[in-house]
């Protein structure tokens, strides 16, 4: 029988590609995404694809209920996978913009899979991976907001693995490193909303740095890999019979997580600052 998938974040990136490449190997996949218009794009691409949006429990409520209608009430693997960054010194991050990345970022993923569990209970099998960062393992300058969802998204998909080891749920975490994606773009909206960058005390690296690379671009990041590395771990992590409990994508991440495990502290804050 054809297995099925609901991914969240689909309208481009990693979430685009994972769809594609699921599709392709057989999968019947559920493209969710945040806006109807890029709903609408994926389904004149032959998908199903149900509107979500973490930060509104009501699309999730309505969009998981659409999957389950068309499935007749199971759902084999959830790929959480939408999420957005809010680029900015931490000092210049206000209080309301990080309840409003959380309530996208971990709340929002927290409620679809409380949702989804039931359904893979009752079935007595199922897949549910998370997609975090190598900003899950390790932080980086002007990244605190994206940091900090990340690093309370390891801490739940850890506990949960924990917790669902006695079903045949299988918990796993990805964690990719720099990837061909519209993140850096999609970000400046919020960046202009949240960030009053020009009173900060920070002003000239603002200037110097950040807007820089924001705005300007200036090409991939080193050591970048295409949406389709993702796709490949997760292809892995849902189909092997083990499938591991986290899987790394891209050098960054392989050398941060290792880094991460074999130096002090103040070692790790100076290749972090060199970043």
Avoid at 3 to 17: A, E, F, N, Y
Avoid at 104 to 133: C, E, K, W, Y
Avoid at 139 to 158: I, P, Q, S
């Amino acid at each position: 029988m054809t297995k099925s998938i609901l991914i969240t974040g689909c309208s481009s990136g990693i979430g685009h590609d994972a769809a594609l490449g699921l599709r392709a190997a057989g999968w019947r996949v559920f493209a969710s995404c945040r806006q109807e218009a890029d709903c609408t794009r994926m389904r004149d691409l032959g998908f199903e694809a149900p509107r979500i949006d973490y930060a509104d429990p009501a699309t999730i409520e309505s969009g998981l209920t659409e999957v389950l209608t068309a499935t007749g009430g199971t759902l084999d693997a959830l790929f959480n996978n939408g999420a957005y960054a809010i680029p900015g010194a931490a000092e210049d991050l206000p209080r309301d913009a990080l309840r409003a990345i959380f309530e996208a970022n971990v709340f929002g993923v927290h409620d679809l899979t409380l949702r989804v569990l039931p359904v893979m209970r009752a079935q007595g099998h199922g897949r549910i991976v998370n997609n975090s960062s190598v900003l899950g393992l390790v932080a980086l300058r002007w990244r605190a907001a994206y940091v900090t969802t990340k690093f309370a998204l390891e801490g739940l998909t850890d506990t949960l693995r924990l917790e669902m080891a006695d079903t045949g749920i299988h918990v796993i975490t990805i964690e990719p490193g720099p990837v061909t994606s519209d993140i850096r773009k999609n970000s400046i909206p919020h960046f202009e909303r949240w960030i009053d960058w020009r009173a900060s005390p920070r002003r000239a690296q603002y200037e110097d740095s950040l807007l820089k690379r924001l705005y300007d671009g200036g090409g991939p990041d080193r050591f970048e890999l295409p949406a389709s590395a993702v796709t490949k771990k997760l292809l892995t992590a849902l189909t092997h019979p083990k499938p591991k409990p986290r899987y790394y994508v891209t050098t960054p991440t392989y050398f941060m997580g290792l880094m991460r495990r074999i130096l002090p502290t103040r070692a790790l804050d100076w290749i972090a600052r060199q970043v």
